[in-house]
């Protein structure tokens, strides 16, 4: 089974500045994707970014980019010119390439704070 | 359009009481999922439909989980003789295939307190 550890249980950055949080995961397989979800106070999980193990390129969507090693097992998300409604917890997840019931596996989360 | 939809927001029910949760996908969307947020557990992966079918069921907490999902579309949660362990988040997403890397789109949840 494949398991997603975050090890921050909290972050807390200055706005405008950057932050980098950090997603290790385990896994046998070879093909999956990897994804980070945004979940503020109103529980809406909201997809941030999203990176396919095959593409060595790091995916980026504006201001939000991921550093994504796969020998060493690692998916970090860094965030640029951090804003106030960045303010919320961040999921790391997993999704096999199975072709069939590819449910995500989730880290615990990452608390993120947005200090004005 | 539409986004995914989930009802009832809240739901306090009594110990030993059965629930029914919703979840209204995104139309068009062939899979639908579920999964529990709780603050000991985290985020779990509880079953998948693609179209009416679910594959495996095997990530349903216990027996007294069920879930079915009619004409492609709306599907339900189903929690018999409720225990105070069942109280959590309970999302529901959908993505159009389930194939692929396409998005799942998320609910935004029913919390569900048994007391």
């Known amino acids: 089974a494949q398991t997603v550890t975050q090890s921050q249980p909290e972050m807390s950055v200055q706005e405008a500045e950057t932050v980098t949080l950090s997603c290790t995961y385990d896994?046998?397989?070879?093909?999956?994707?990897l994804f980070w979800y945004k979940q503020p106070p109103s529980r809406q999980m909201i997809l941030v970014i999203r990176?396919?193990?095959?593409?060595?390129q790091n995916a980026t969507e504006n201001r939000f980019s991921v550093n994504f090693q796969k020998a060493a097992k690692s998916f970090s998300l860094k965030i640029s010119d951090s804003q106030l409604g960045d303010a919320a917890m961040y999921f790391c997840a997993y999704r096999s390439d199975g072709g069939g019931a590819d449910g995500l596996t989730f880290g615990k989360g990452t608390h993120l704070i947005i200090q004005p | 359009g539409a986004g995914v939809s989930q009802s009832p927001s809240n739901k306090v029910t009594e110990k030993g009481k059965d629930v029914e949760l919703r979840c209204d996908p995104i139309?068009?969307?062939?899979?639908l999922y579920w999964y529990r947020q709780s603050l000991g557990q985290g985020l779990e992966f509880l079953i998948y439909f693609q179209g009416n079918s679910a594959p495996d069921k095997s990530g349903l907490p216990s027996d007294r989980f069920s879930a079915e999902r009619t004409g492609g579309s709306v599907s339900t949660l189903t929690i018999q003789r409720t225990q105070q362990e069942d109280s959590a988040v309970y999302l529901c997403?959908?993505?159009?295939?389930?194939?692929?890397?396409?998005?799942?789109?998320f609910g935004p949840g029913t919390r569900l307190t048994v007391t």
């Open positions: 997403a959908s993505s159009r295939t389930s194939g692929d890397s396409y998005e799942q789109y």
């Open positions: 896994t046998s397989e070879s093909d999956y994707y």
């Open positions: 990176q396919e193990a095959y593409k060595q």
């Open positions: 139309s068009g969307h062939t899979a």
